[in-house]
């Protein structure tokens, strides 16, 4: 196994297509998109780090590793021109990747020879919470969905693995379900009051 990347399980067997009967050789190389487990390794949930910096020279693909939620017109905005310049960015240019929950920033450098700045290209778009501060729209619809569905941060965390997606710290999930739930609470008390007033109309 290539340092977790990939399994590869070399291995000749033979086998029938359920439908057609035709044998089937399975051989050469079955590659995985990441263990389920062997050789001892087990799935680390992050509990104490919001943010998650992989910009060390020996992690400069580690953001090819896995998959990302992306939202595809964020990003394509991002990549359109250089901060400094104006130059075009190319995704190949990527040299790491700052996390925060299943939103990323990634670090791109200009490849323009009088340029060379390091861009902060974002894969979400953000929104203003109660309190003032700015929280990624992903991680705020991922809370919606645990309180829908009354999952818990184990149970959105497996889900995450088995997706090869990164895992999202109990800090980031806790702290967008608390803005979740005061919009609900808003919700219905608003429309308990108009029930409310209707029904004394009748």
């Not at 009088?114 to 619809?141: F, I, Y």
Request: glycine letters at 8%; hydrophobic letters at 30%; proline letters at 2%.
């Amino acid at each position: 196994m290539d340092k977790g990347r990939t399994n590869r399980i070399n291995k000749t067997d033979s086998k029938c297509d359920k439908k057609s009967g035709v044998p089937v050789s399975v051989s050469d190389s079955l590659v995985l998109d990441h263990s389920y487990g062997g050789d001892g390794e087990d799935i680390q949930v992050v509990r104490e780090e919001e943010t998650y910096s992989v910009q060390e020279d020996e992690k400069r693909s580690q953001w090819r590793v896995g998959r990302r939620v992306v939202e595809l017109g964020v990003l394509a905005d991002g990549l359109s021109s250089c901060q400094l310049c104006g130059q075009p960015l190319q995704l190949s240019n990527c040299v790491g990747e700052n996390k925060f929950g299943l939103a990323h920033v990634l670090l791109i450098k200009c490849q323009f020879t009088d340029c060379r700045l390091m861009n902060e290209v974002p894969t979400d778009s953000q929104h203003q919470t109660p309190n003032g501060r700015n929280a990624w729209d992903v991680n705020t619809k991922l809370a919606a969905g645990m309180l829908n569905e009354g999952f818990g941060e184990t149970h959105v965390n497996s889900l995450l693995a088995a997706l090869n997606i990164p895992s999202v710290s109990r800090k980031t999930l806790k702290n967008r379900e608390r803005e979740v739930g005061q919009q609900l609470g808003q919700m219905a008390e608003e429309t308990c009051n108009k029930s409310l007033q209707e029904e004394m109309k009748l």
